[in-house]
């Protein structure tokens, strides 16, 4: 993925949290108004658990849109592993925006860190070899840039950000496409500027598709054995095509598979299985 210009990212977070807080307060927070209006309040977030920090810009825009009177003081640095019971941030100012906007910027701060974290136990893993972790399409809807970030973050890379700015042939496409040749042959005439990747499922497809000039394939599913064979064979065909594991893997597996010596290997899991890190909003109220 090549990073959006900032401006643009800036844009892009400002429009998710107009969608989340419409989403969530509608017309406006009947139950904060049980708070008057003048109240004002500091709120510690605290982790329960050990995390890497991220997300820091979606938290502070959604106060940044609920009430300018709103400050939050970070205590962490974006990317950093901090341990359970952190003090993460504090956020201050009117008691019923901080209210209003509580659960919405926990929403993103957990799910993006939650990213960060689950990708960094992927790159941990992988440590000392010579592959490195990507991410997939398999993201939240609407938060497709957000969580690519968060593997950014997470110190792995990024696949293609959707169907516009790569080509990966897949299983369904080389059947409708006439098979691997000719499949290949048409994405890279019409693919002369972008990635052209097969996914390829046995041995004689992984030569098939290194005769044919890929420049990358996609490996299925392949045993150890097969992964270690699908080396050997790029190395003696076309050692410049690059070769990407994926299928099934795991933080028990990912570093058998990268002992291989594949350069990447694609995980759905960093951004589809991710369970949200434990935090909490805790009030403390002033007159």
Request: hydrophobic share 40%; proline share 3%.
């Amino acid at each position: 993925m090549t990073p959006p210009e900032p401006d643009a990212f800036a844009q892009y977070i400002t429009n998710s949290i107009s969608v989340a807080l419409a989403e969530d307060v509608g017309p406006g927070d009947l139950t904060a108004g049980l708070v008057p209006a003048a109240q004002h309040a500091n709120a510690r977030v605290i982790t329960r658990e050990a995390c890497i920090v991220c997300g820091r810009q979606w938290f502070d825009e959604v106060f940044r849109q609920l009430d300018a009177a709103v400050s939050v003081h970070w205590h962490v640095d974006e990317g950093v592993r901090i341990d359970a019971d952190r003090h993460i941030c504090t956020v201050s100012g009117p008691a019923r925006a901080i209210l209003t906007g509580e659960r919405t910027a926990l929403n993103f701060l957990q799910l993006l860190s939650a990213t960060a974290t689950t990708t960094r136990a992927y790159v941990d893993a992988v440590a000392g070899t010579n592959t490195t972790i990507l991410d997939t399409r398999k993201t939240i809807p609407g938060q497709r840039l957000a969580q690519k970030y968060a593997v950014l973050t997470g110190g792995a890379q990024n696949h293609r950000i959707g169907l516009y700015d790569a080509i990966l042939i897949k299983e369904n496409h080389i059947a409708s496409g006439g098979g691997i040749r000719r499949t290949l042959e048409t994405a890279l005439r019409i693919g002369r500027d972008v990635l052209v990747e097969i996914e390829v499922e046995t041995l004689n497809d992984t030569r098939t598709a290194l005769e044919a000039g890929a420049h990358r394939l996609l490996l299925d599913n392949f045993s150890t054995d097969d992964l270690t064979a699908a080396v050997r064979l790029r190395d003696d065909i076309a050692p410049a095509i690059t070769l990407e594991a994926s299928g099934g893997v795991t933080l028990d597996t990912v570093r058998t598979i990268a002992e291989t010596g594949v350069d990447f290997i694609s995980i759905g899991a960093l951004t589809k299985d991710c369970r949200a890190i434990d935090l909490s909003m805790q009030f403390e109220l002033h007159d």
